[in-house]
């Protein structure tokens, strides 16, 4: 039976809701993982460095495609709740047609600006060759990105998630099988990587966009719309948070870069690279369980069933706890397996990465309470809150942190300062959900 955003949620049916967003944004960063295996393996650790020098500028750039995604998200989820379907879906359309123009222009900008760009990211003599040809590539597809991660959310408020999952599992196969025979088969390296990657966004954003041009059966149309100014503007401060965290996190990368070039060279960003590329994965459950569950809650916020959304609340929060749990049992048990399938080959490097890795994974212990929070105050259209627990989840305390702890514990200062970072923020989300829950009576 299908389950839609107005029907009482158990926790099997908010499981089975929000399961296809958390398998969505799981495999979408497994394909990614899958790019660092072949990169690493078959064309090398400083090829594999490159890669995390530029990334987070990649991530900066479609970071504008996750912002009017959320904010954009829990309007047009909260303007259903109230009624007004044709109004929704007007406002659908032009967030849309604004990710197109908007991510245009960011692309051809930063396809010309890439040398300097990754010069600025940390990229030495040895590594800028390598992040320069990643890097056009990967910022040329930035306007397909930002549809993917936009269509994630709307294939949700749409109640269409398992059509999200199809299409993202159909960009990351498209990844992995180029990643085969463009980097083994046909030897094009680190620019095969980059080929692959951006095929596989092409048919998680080109294609939803295809389907949502197609007819009535999403419950969403792109279709005829205007400019709604206010709309627009609530969207981007909506999603803020989302646009601030994305470009926090991708800045504190590249301050992690930067630090670890300075106490140990490229290998130290090598070792660091495994290191997110399992954190892609482990984040991506709770990623996708604040995407999946959050039109809910804005839909049930602006139907006012504050019952509702008490309940949805009470049952996320019993959710985020226990995954959490299991998250930093599964990466303590599986540190060196893991570790070992990027960088096996070197003993040394392999030692570092595990040891890193096995301190870094304690942050799970609060990531998802943090991530949740901010995903919970975008869905109920604040996005001034969401954005400061953002702000300091991210630039405020992790920037903060891999400054101040490698001064003071060296290499392993690195590694402990996301868990810092983490721990410190909870007590700021912790602050708002508490002084809130009377305004939006969700506890």
């Known amino acids: 039976m299908k389950i839609k955003l107005s029907d009482h949620f158990t926790y099997n049916r908010l499981l089975r809701f929000t399961l296809p967003s958390v398998v969505m944004m799981v495999v979408a960063s497994i394909y990614s993982v899958v790019d660092g295996l072949f990169v690493s393996n078959l064309v090398g650790d400083l090829a594999l460095s490159a890669v995390n020098i530029i990334f987070p500028v990649t991530m900066i750039i479609g970071a504008f495609g996750f912002m009017?995604?959320?904010?954009?998200?829990?309007?047009?989820?909260?303007?259903?709740?109230?009624?007004?379907?044709?109004?929704?879906?007007e406002y659908f359309s032009m967030l849309i047609y604004t990710v197109l123009v908007v991510g245009g222009v960011l692309s051809v900008i930063s396809v010309a600006l890439t040398e300097p760009i990754a010069r600025l990211a940390g990229a030495s003599d040895l590594l800028i060759d390598d992040c320069v040809a990643?890097?056009?590539?990967?910022?040329?597809?930035?306007?397909?990105?930002?549809?993917?991660?936009?269509?994630?959310?709307?294939?949700?408020?749409?109640?269409?998630?398992?059509?999200?999952?199809?299409?993202?599992?159909?960009?990351?196969?498209?990844?992995?099988?180029?990643?085969?025979?463009?980097?083994?088969?046909?030897?094009?390296?680190?620019?095969?990587?980059?080929?692959?990657?951006?095929?596989?966004?092409?048919?998680?954003?080109?294609?939803p966009l295809i389907y949502f041009l197609t007819g009535e059966r999403s419950g969403l149309r792109l279709g005829k719309t205007k400019l709604y100014g206010r709309q627009l503007l609530q969207a981007c401060a909506n999603g803020s948070s989302e646009l601030m965290s994305n470009i926090s996190s991708s800045i504190v990368s590249i301050l992690y870069n930067l630090q670890l070039m300075r106490l140990i060279g490229e290998t130290g960003v090598a070792a660091y690279s495994v290191m997110m590329y399992v954190d892609f994965v482990f984040i991506a459950a709770f990623l996708g369980f604040s995407v999946g569950s959050a039109?809910?809650?804005?839909?049930?916020?602006?139907?006012?069933?504050?019952?509702?959304l008490k309940s949805v609340f009470r049952k996320s929060a019993v959710i985020i706890g226990v995954t959490a749990l299991v998250m930093v049992t599964a990466s303590e048990l599986l540190s060196h397996p893991?570790?070992?399938?990027?960088?096996?080959?070197?003993?040394?490097?392999?030692?570092?990465?595990?040891?890193?890795?096995?301190?870094?994974?304690?942050?799970?212990?609060?990531?998802?309470?943090?991530?949740?929070?901010?995903?919970?105050?975008?869905?109920?259209?604040?996005?001034?809150?969401?954005?400061?627990?953002?702000?300091?989840?991210?630039?405020l305390l992790r920037g903060g942190m891999v400054l101040l702890l490698p001064l003071l514990w060296g290499i392993d200062g690195i590694w402990w300062a996301v868990v810092a970072a983490e721990g410190l923020a909870v007590l700021v989300s912790l602050a708002f959900l508490i002084s809130q829950r009377k305004r939006y009576h969700y506890a």
Do not use: W
Not at 69 to 79: E, H, L, P
Not at 141 to 160: D, H, T
């Open 338 to 395: 893991l570790s070992s399938a990027f960088v096996g080959y070197d003993p040394d490097l392999l030692e570092m990465t595990v040891h890193g890795f096995r301190l870094f994974a304690l942050n799970y212990l609060f990531c998802g309470v943090n991530i949740y929070a901010s995903a919970f105050f975008t869905a109920l259209c604040n996005g001034l809150i969401s954005a400061l627990i953002s702000f300091a989840r991210t630039l």
């Open 295 to 308: 039109p809910i809650v804005s839909f049930h916020y602006g139907a006012d069933n504050r019952t509702e």
């Open 134 to 207: 990643y890097g056009r590539i990967m910022l040329a597809g930035s306007v397909v990105f930002m549809l993917q991660v936009l269509f994630q959310s709307f294939f949700v408020v749409a109640e269409r998630p398992q059509l999200g999952l199809f299409f993202s599992v159909a960009a990351g196969v498209t990844n992995m099988g180029l990643d085969y025979v463009f980097i083994a088969l046909m030897d094009l390296g680190i620019a095969g990587a980059a080929l692959a990657t951006v095929a596989g966004y092409c048919v998680g954003g080109i294609i």
């Open 68 to 89: 009017l995604g959320t904010g954009g998200s829990a309007i047009v989820a909260r303007t259903l709740g109230e009624g007004r379907k044709e109004l929704a879906q």
